[in-house]
Protein backbone atom coordinates (compact mmCIF):
# COMPACT_ATOMS: atom_id res chain seq x y z
CA UNK A 1 0.00 0.00 0.00
CA UNK A 2 1.33 3.54 -0.70
CA UNK A 3 2.04 6.11 1.79
CA UNK A 4 -1.07 7.81 2.60
CA UNK A 5 1.12 10.94 2.70
CA UNK A 6 1.93 10.61 -1.21
CA UNK A 7 -1.90 9.89 -1.86
CA UNK A 8 -3.72 13.58 -1.30
CA UNK A 9 -5.77 15.46 1.45
CA UNK A 10 -7.16 12.95 4.47
CA UNK A 11 -10.18 12.23 2.67
CA UNK A 12 -13.40 12.67 4.98
CA UNK A 13 -15.70 9.78 4.77
CA UNK A 14 -19.27 9.91 6.30
CA UNK A 15 -21.61 6.74 6.37
CA UNK A 16 -25.07 6.55 7.10
CA UNK A 17 -26.08 2.72 8.39
CA UNK A 18 -28.20 3.91 11.54
CA UNK A 19 -30.92 1.68 13.07
CA UNK A 20 -30.55 -1.58 13.16
CA UNK A 21 -27.65 -4.13 13.24
CA UNK A 22 -27.99 -5.28 9.54
CA UNK A 23 -27.36 -1.43 8.35
CA UNK A 24 -24.94 -0.31 11.32
CA UNK A 25 -22.36 -3.45 10.53
CA UNK A 26 -21.70 -2.89 6.95
CA UNK A 27 -21.13 0.51 7.33
CA UNK A 28 -18.31 0.18 9.80
CA UNK A 29 -17.17 -2.89 8.02
CA UNK A 30 -16.37 -0.33 5.37
CA UNK A 31 -15.31 2.32 7.83
CA UNK A 32 -12.37 -0.13 8.56
CA UNK A 33 -11.59 -0.98 5.34
CA UNK A 34 -11.37 2.61 4.27
CA UNK A 35 -8.84 3.01 7.25
CA UNK A 36 -6.54 0.23 6.35
CA UNK A 37 -6.13 1.40 2.64
CA UNK A 38 -6.06 5.19 3.99
CA UNK A 39 -5.32 5.32 7.53
CA UNK A 40 -5.33 9.09 7.51
CA UNK A 41 -9.33 8.36 6.82
CA UNK A 42 -11.38 10.64 8.67
CA UNK A 43 -15.07 8.66 9.27
CA UNK A 44 -17.84 9.66 10.68
CA UNK A 45 -21.02 8.23 11.41
CA UNK A 46 -24.44 9.43 11.03
CA UNK A 47 -27.05 7.70 13.43
CA UNK A 48 -29.97 8.33 15.29
CA UNK A 49 -30.88 7.73 19.16
CA UNK A 50 -33.34 4.94 18.79
CA UNK A 51 -31.92 1.13 17.61
CA UNK A 52 -28.22 0.27 18.66
CA UNK A 53 -25.99 3.20 17.13
CA UNK A 54 -25.33 4.73 20.25
CA UNK A 55 -24.05 1.26 21.44
CA UNK A 56 -22.20 -0.04 18.55
CA UNK A 57 -20.75 3.07 16.86
CA UNK A 58 -18.94 4.92 19.68
CA UNK A 59 -17.46 1.04 20.61
CA UNK A 60 -15.84 0.66 17.29
CA UNK A 61 -13.81 4.23 17.92
CA UNK A 62 -15.82 6.19 15.49
CA UNK A 63 -17.43 9.90 15.76
CA UNK A 64 -20.97 9.36 15.82
CA UNK A 65 -23.29 12.11 15.05
CA UNK A 66 -27.32 11.87 15.72
CA UNK A 67 -29.66 13.57 13.68
CA UNK A 68 -33.70 12.90 13.91
CA UNK A 69 -34.68 9.89 13.04
CA UNK A 70 -36.98 9.13 9.65
CA UNK A 71 -38.90 5.49 10.23
CA UNK A 72 -39.77 4.81 6.30
CA UNK A 73 -42.80 3.43 5.96
CA UNK A 74 -42.96 0.06 3.65
CA UNK A 75 -46.11 0.80 2.18
CA UNK A 76 -48.41 4.30 1.56
CA UNK A 77 -50.47 5.55 4.63
CA UNK A 78 -50.90 8.33 6.57
CA UNK A 79 -46.92 8.23 8.06
CA UNK A 80 -46.15 8.74 5.04
CA UNK A 81 -48.07 12.36 4.65
CA UNK A 82 -46.13 13.38 7.78
CA UNK A 83 -42.74 12.40 6.39
CA UNK A 84 -41.91 16.21 4.66
CA UNK A 85 -41.75 17.22 8.20
CA UNK A 86 -39.73 14.98 9.41
CA UNK A 87 -36.92 14.70 6.69
CA UNK A 88 -36.32 18.73 6.56
CA UNK A 89 -35.35 19.00 10.32
CA UNK A 90 -33.34 15.96 9.52
CA UNK A 91 -31.72 17.30 6.23
CA UNK A 92 -31.12 20.17 8.02
CA UNK A 93 -28.91 18.58 10.62
CA UNK A 94 -27.49 16.50 8.31
CA UNK A 95 -25.96 19.63 6.49
CA UNK A 96 -24.64 21.11 9.40
CA UNK A 97 -22.21 17.49 9.89
CA UNK A 98 -21.30 17.26 6.40
CA UNK A 99 -20.01 21.16 6.88
CA UNK A 100 -18.63 20.18 9.87
CA UNK A 101 -16.50 17.50 9.36
CA UNK A 102 -15.44 19.12 5.48
CA UNK A 103 -17.20 15.26 3.87
CA UNK A 104 -15.93 14.10 0.93
CA UNK A 105 -18.50 11.13 0.50
CA UNK A 106 -21.16 10.12 2.16
CA UNK A 107 -21.81 6.20 2.11
CA UNK A 108 -25.42 5.15 2.21
CA UNK A 109 -26.73 1.87 3.71
CA UNK A 110 -30.67 1.88 3.78
CA UNK A 111 -32.16 2.60 7.14
CA UNK A 112 -33.63 5.30 9.13
CA UNK A 113 -30.55 7.76 8.52
CA UNK A 114 -30.22 7.04 4.64
CA UNK A 115 -32.67 8.84 3.05
CA UNK A 116 -32.39 12.34 4.96
CA UNK A 117 -28.07 12.11 4.75
CA UNK A 118 -28.66 11.47 0.59
CA UNK A 119 -31.49 14.62 0.72
CA UNK A 120 -28.73 16.70 2.41
CA UNK A 121 -25.65 15.27 0.68
CA UNK A 122 -27.35 15.45 -2.77
CA UNK A 123 -25.78 18.22 -4.77
CA UNK A 124 -22.53 19.23 -2.36
CA UNK A 125 -20.94 15.96 -1.44
CA UNK A 126 -21.04 13.22 -4.14
CA UNK A 127 -22.97 10.06 -2.76
CA UNK A 128 -22.64 6.10 -2.90
CA UNK A 129 -25.29 3.73 -2.29
CA UNK A 130 -25.08 -0.27 -0.81
CA UNK A 131 -28.47 -2.29 -0.67
CA UNK A 132 -27.68 -5.44 1.13
CA UNK A 133 -31.01 -7.08 0.11
CA UNK A 134 -32.43 -8.41 -2.51
CA UNK A 135 -35.42 -5.79 -2.98
CA UNK A 136 -34.29 -2.39 -2.15
CA UNK A 137 -35.71 -0.09 0.38
CA UNK A 138 -37.46 3.22 -0.16
CA UNK A 139 -34.49 4.91 0.94
CA UNK A 140 -31.68 3.38 -1.53
CA UNK A 141 -34.47 3.95 -4.17
CA UNK A 142 -34.16 7.42 -3.92
CA UNK A 143 -30.65 7.91 -3.05
CA UNK A 144 -29.45 5.37 -6.30
CA UNK A 145 -31.70 8.41 -8.69
CA UNK A 146 -28.86 10.70 -7.79
CA UNK A 147 -25.67 8.85 -6.74
CA UNK A 148 -22.37 8.38 -8.05
CA UNK A 149 -21.99 4.77 -7.42
CA UNK A 150 -24.55 2.12 -6.84
CA UNK A 151 -23.30 -1.29 -5.12
CA UNK A 152 -25.36 -4.16 -4.07
CA UNK A 153 -24.68 -7.65 -2.01
CA UNK A 154 -26.63 -9.89 -4.75
CA UNK A 155 -28.22 -9.03 -8.13
CA UNK A 156 -32.27 -8.51 -9.10
CA UNK A 157 -32.36 -5.15 -6.61
CA UNK A 158 -33.57 -3.17 -9.40
CA UNK A 159 -31.41 -0.16 -8.67
CA UNK A 160 -30.12 1.30 -11.78
CA UNK A 161 -26.73 0.78 -12.82
CA UNK A 162 -26.11 -1.27 -9.87
CA UNK A 163 -22.88 -3.03 -9.13
CA UNK A 164 -22.43 -6.59 -7.50
CA UNK A 165 -20.02 -6.40 -4.86
CA UNK A 166 -21.82 -8.40 -1.84
CA UNK A 167 -22.04 -7.54 2.32
CA UNK A 168 -19.16 -5.68 3.89
CA UNK A 169 -18.59 -7.75 7.05
CA UNK A 170 -15.87 -7.86 9.78
CA UNK A 171 -12.68 -9.11 9.42
CA UNK A 172 -13.66 -11.48 12.28
CA UNK A 173 -16.16 -13.26 10.08
CA UNK A 174 -14.50 -13.19 6.94
CA UNK A 175 -10.75 -14.13 7.94
CA UNK A 176 -12.40 -16.73 10.28
CA UNK A 177 -10.22 -20.24 10.70
CA UNK A 178 -13.04 -22.28 11.69
CA UNK A 179 -10.94 -25.48 12.02
CA UNK A 180 -8.14 -23.58 13.82
CA UNK A 181 -10.59 -22.41 16.32
CA UNK A 182 -12.59 -24.90 16.38
CA UNK A 183 -11.68 -26.52 19.89
CA UNK A 184 -11.24 -23.18 21.49
CA UNK A 185 -14.93 -22.35 20.21
CA UNK A 186 -16.10 -25.03 21.30
CA UNK A 187 -14.83 -25.04 25.23
CA UNK A 188 -16.19 -21.36 25.09
CA UNK A 189 -19.41 -22.97 24.86
CA UNK A 190 -19.51 -25.91 27.03
CA UNK A 191 -20.02 -28.06 23.45
CA UNK A 192 -19.02 -31.45 22.94
CA UNK A 193 -15.49 -31.96 21.18
CA UNK A 194 -16.41 -34.50 18.52
CA UNK A 195 -20.23 -34.32 17.95
CA UNK A 196 -21.82 -32.64 15.05
CA UNK A 197 -22.90 -29.25 16.14
CA UNK A 198 -26.04 -27.30 14.87
CA UNK A 199 -26.01 -23.75 15.20
CA UNK A 200 -29.50 -21.86 15.61
CA UNK A 201 -30.34 -18.04 15.62
CA UNK A 202 -32.59 -15.95 14.64
CA UNK A 203 -31.78 -12.75 15.74
CA UNK A 204 -31.57 -10.34 18.82
CA UNK A 205 -35.18 -11.51 19.63
CA UNK A 206 -35.43 -14.54 18.83
CA UNK A 207 -37.76 -16.73 16.04
CA UNK A 208 -40.69 -18.25 17.13
CA UNK A 209 -40.66 -20.78 14.37
CA UNK A 210 -37.38 -21.54 14.83
CA UNK A 211 -37.64 -22.33 18.81
CA UNK A 212 -40.87 -24.18 18.25
CA UNK A 213 -39.25 -26.27 15.77
CA UNK A 214 -36.15 -26.73 18.00
CA UNK A 215 -38.09 -27.86 20.83
CA UNK A 216 -40.14 -30.41 19.48
CA UNK A 217 -37.16 -32.13 17.38
CA UNK A 218 -35.22 -32.04 20.58
CA UNK A 219 -35.67 -36.11 21.17
CA UNK A 220 -34.65 -36.91 17.73
CA UNK A 221 -31.07 -34.49 17.78
CA UNK A 222 -30.40 -36.04 20.87
CA UNK A 223 -30.71 -39.99 19.49
CA UNK A 224 -28.37 -38.76 16.31
CA UNK A 225 -25.83 -36.94 19.29
CA UNK A 226 -26.11 -33.59 17.54
CA UNK A 227 -25.27 -31.08 19.76
CA UNK A 228 -27.08 -27.71 19.60
CA UNK A 229 -25.98 -24.34 20.09
CA UNK A 230 -29.00 -22.07 20.15
CA UNK A 231 -29.85 -18.41 20.66
CA UNK A 232 -33.18 -18.51 21.24
CA UNK A 233 -33.65 -14.41 21.70
CA UNK A 234 -33.96 -11.81 24.34
CA UNK A 235 -37.39 -12.11 23.79
CA UNK A 236 -37.91 -15.88 23.38
CA UNK A 237 -38.29 -19.49 24.91
CA UNK A 238 -34.94 -21.87 25.16
CA UNK A 239 -36.01 -25.80 24.29
CA UNK A 240 -36.19 -28.18 27.29
CA UNK A 241 -32.91 -29.34 28.80
CA UNK A 242 -30.91 -32.28 27.23
CA UNK A 243 -27.88 -33.43 26.63
CA UNK A 244 -25.52 -31.48 24.16
CA UNK A 245 -28.04 -28.35 24.25
CA UNK A 246 -26.73 -25.40 24.72
CA UNK A 247 -29.26 -22.33 24.91
CA UNK A 248 -28.30 -18.68 25.31
CA UNK A 249 -30.01 -15.58 24.99
CA UNK A 250 -27.61 -14.00 22.50
CA UNK A 251 -24.29 -14.39 21.06
CA UNK A 252 -21.94 -11.36 21.75
CA UNK A 253 -18.86 -13.60 19.50
CA UNK A 254 -20.76 -14.92 16.18
CA UNK A 255 -17.46 -15.55 14.83
CA UNK A 256 -16.80 -18.00 18.02
CA UNK A 257 -20.28 -19.55 17.13
CA UNK A 258 -19.33 -19.93 13.02
CA UNK A 259 -16.16 -21.98 14.35
CA UNK A 260 -18.05 -24.31 16.94
CA UNK A 261 -20.32 -25.34 13.95
CA UNK A 262 -21.10 -27.79 11.76
CA UNK A 263 -24.05 -26.33 10.02
CA UNK A 264 -26.44 -23.23 11.05
CA UNK A 265 -30.50 -22.97 11.33
CA UNK A 266 -31.62 -19.59 10.80
CA UNK A 267 -33.74 -16.80 9.51
CA UNK A 268 -32.38 -15.36 6.09
CA UNK A 269 -31.52 -11.88 6.81
CA UNK A 270 -29.20 -10.19 4.15
CA UNK A 271 -26.01 -10.36 6.89
CA UNK A 272 -26.86 -13.68 8.23
CA UNK A 273 -26.74 -14.72 4.73
CA UNK A 274 -23.46 -13.43 4.09
CA UNK A 275 -21.64 -14.55 7.21
CA UNK A 276 -22.93 -17.86 7.24
CA UNK A 277 -21.78 -17.58 3.30
CA UNK A 278 -18.49 -16.10 4.15
CA UNK A 279 -17.16 -18.70 6.79
CA UNK A 280 -17.91 -21.65 4.28
CA UNK A 281 -21.71 -23.31 6.43
CA UNK A 282 -23.55 -24.97 5.09
CA UNK A 283 -27.41 -23.81 6.14
CA UNK A 284 -30.88 -24.58 6.49
CA UNK A 285 -32.62 -20.55 5.78
CA UNK A 286 -36.39 -20.19 6.85
CA UNK A 287 -37.53 -16.84 5.50
CA UNK A 288 -39.45 -14.29 7.50
CA UNK A 289 -43.36 -15.34 6.16
CA UNK A 290 -43.59 -11.32 6.35
CA UNK A 291 -42.38 -8.75 4.66
CA UNK A 292 -42.13 -8.31 0.90
CA UNK A 293 -40.54 -11.28 0.65
CA UNK A 294 -36.84 -10.47 -0.13
CA UNK A 295 -35.47 -12.58 2.79
CA UNK A 296 -36.18 -15.79 0.51
CA UNK A 297 -34.39 -13.76 -2.66
CA UNK A 298 -31.81 -13.13 -0.21
CA UNK A 299 -30.39 -16.79 -0.07
CA UNK A 300 -31.38 -17.49 -3.85
CA UNK A 301 -28.00 -17.64 -5.08
CA UNK A 302 -26.36 -19.41 -2.05
CA UNK A 303 -29.22 -22.10 -2.39
CA UNK A 304 -28.70 -22.26 -6.21
CA UNK A 305 -25.17 -22.80 -5.54
CA UNK A 306 -25.84 -25.44 -3.51
CA UNK A 307 -24.91 -24.01 -0.01
CA UNK A 308 -27.67 -23.99 1.63
CA UNK A 309 -31.40 -25.11 1.65
CA UNK A 310 -34.44 -23.48 1.46
CA UNK A 311 -37.55 -24.15 3.89
CA UNK A 312 -40.75 -21.90 4.49
CA UNK A 313 -41.67 -20.42 7.92
CA UNK A 314 -45.36 -22.79 7.96
CA UNK A 315 -42.69 -25.72 6.68
CA UNK A 316 -40.56 -25.78 9.46
CA UNK A 317 -41.85 -28.72 12.63
CA UNK A 318 -39.66 -30.53 14.48
CA UNK A 319 -40.09 -33.01 12.52
CA UNK A 320 -38.92 -31.46 9.38
CA UNK A 321 -35.99 -30.08 11.22
CA UNK A 322 -34.78 -33.88 11.55
CA UNK A 323 -35.43 -34.62 8.07
CA UNK A 324 -33.50 -31.76 7.08
CA UNK A 325 -30.01 -31.60 9.54
CA UNK A 326 -30.29 -35.68 10.57
CA UNK A 327 -28.99 -36.61 7.04
CA UNK A 328 -26.92 -33.35 6.32
CA UNK A 329 -24.80 -33.49 9.79
CA UNK A 330 -24.27 -37.31 9.32
CA UNK A 331 -22.82 -37.23 5.64
CA UNK A 332 -19.63 -35.53 6.21
CA UNK A 333 -19.01 -35.33 2.40
CA UNK A 334 -22.07 -34.03 1.89
CA UNK A 335 -20.98 -31.07 4.79
CA UNK A 336 -17.62 -30.37 3.06
CA UNK A 337 -19.42 -30.02 -0.68
CA UNK A 338 -22.31 -27.68 0.48
CA UNK A 339 -19.09 -25.71 3.18
CA UNK A 340 -17.19 -25.03 -0.24
CA UNK A 341 -20.75 -24.24 -2.05
CA UNK A 342 -21.61 -21.73 0.56
CA UNK A 343 -18.03 -19.90 0.88
CA UNK A 344 -17.54 -19.85 -3.17
CA UNK A 345 -21.23 -18.12 -3.31
CA UNK A 346 -19.93 -15.55 -1.07
CA UNK A 347 -17.98 -11.90 -1.59
CA UNK A 348 -15.48 -12.10 1.35
CA UNK A 349 -14.07 -9.01 -0.27
CA UNK A 350 -16.83 -6.74 -0.37
CA UNK A 351 -15.20 -4.51 2.45
CA UNK A 352 -12.36 -3.76 0.42
CA UNK A 353 -14.03 -3.97 -2.70
CA UNK A 354 -16.56 -1.41 -1.15
CA UNK A 355 -13.69 0.91 0.01
CA UNK A 356 -11.88 1.46 -3.11
CA UNK A 357 -15.45 2.71 -4.99
CA UNK A 358 -15.62 5.49 -2.18
CA UNK A 359 -11.87 6.32 -2.45
CA UNK A 360 -12.54 6.22 -6.15
CA UNK A 361 -15.03 8.79 -6.26
CA UNK A 362 -13.17 11.06 -3.80
CA UNK A 363 -10.23 10.32 -6.23
CA UNK A 364 -8.33 10.03 -3.01
CA UNK A 365 -6.65 6.12 -4.55
CA UNK A 366 -6.19 3.01 -2.66
Known sequence: MRDARSMGPAPSVVVAGGGSAGHIEPALALADAVRRLRPDARITALGTERGLDTTLIPARGYRLELIP???????????????????????????????????????????????????GARGRVPIVVHEANARAGLANKVGARFAARVVTAVPGSGLPGAEVLGIPLRRAVTALDRRALRRQARARYGLPPHAPVLLVFGGSQGARTL?????????????????????????????????????????????LAYAAADAVLGRAGAMTVAEVSAVGLPAVYVPLPHGNGEQALNAGPVVAAGGGVLVDDAELTGDRLLREIVPL???????????????????????VR????????????A
Open 69 to 119: PVPLPRKPSGDLLRLPGKVRGAVTRVREVLDDVGADVVVGFGGYVALPAYL
Open 354 to 365: LARVVLDVVGAG
Open 211 to 255: NNAVAAAMPGLVDARIAVLHAFGKGGTPGPRAPGYIAVPYIDDMH
Open 329 to 351: LGDPRRLTAMGAAARASGHADAD
